[in-house]
Nanobody
Framework: QVQLVESGGGLVQAGGSLRLSCAAS????????VAWFRQAPGKEREFVAA????????YYADSVKGRFSISRDDPKNAVYLQMNSLRPEDTAVYYC????????????WGQGTQVTVSS
């Protein structure tokens, strides 16, 4: 089992940047595929980005391609989401998720961090 804690959210103007962090409780975090999801008020949770166990593969939702970048630092048990050129529609609670065996469903979830982009 792994506990995930997100940080780095906040209020930013449109066009600005934020970097979200996901810290894991286990030193074997490298064994987990990790993803970021987000949920805006009144909307369903949606996939944002994912990174494979080795970090060799990354995946992005079309809405964030070219603006967001996911990366992992396994010695620090952390995964990051660099968000650039933020838009008001990026406003949501962002969640980190991890799984040992699949990149399609995720077993472990953090509590979320709020990102608000003002126009």
């Amino acid at each position: 089992q792994v506990q995930l804690v997100e940080s780095g959210g906040g209020l930013v103007q449109a066009g600005g940047s934020l970097r979200l962090s996901c810290a894991a409780s286990r030193r074997t975090f490298s064994n987990y595929a990790v993803a970021w999801f987000r949920q805006a008020p009144g909307k369903e949770r949606e996939f944002v980005a994912a990174v494979s166990w080795s970090g060799g593969s990354t995946y992005y939702a079309d809405s964030v391609k070219g603006r967001f970048s996911i990366s992992r630092d396994d010695p620090k048990n952390a995964v990051y989401l660099q968000m650039n050129s933020l838009r008001p529609e990026d406003t949501a609670v962002y969640y980190c998720a991890a799984d040992l065996s699949t990149m399609t469903t995720y077993t472990y979830w953090g509590q979320g961090t709020q990102v608000t982009v003002s126009s």
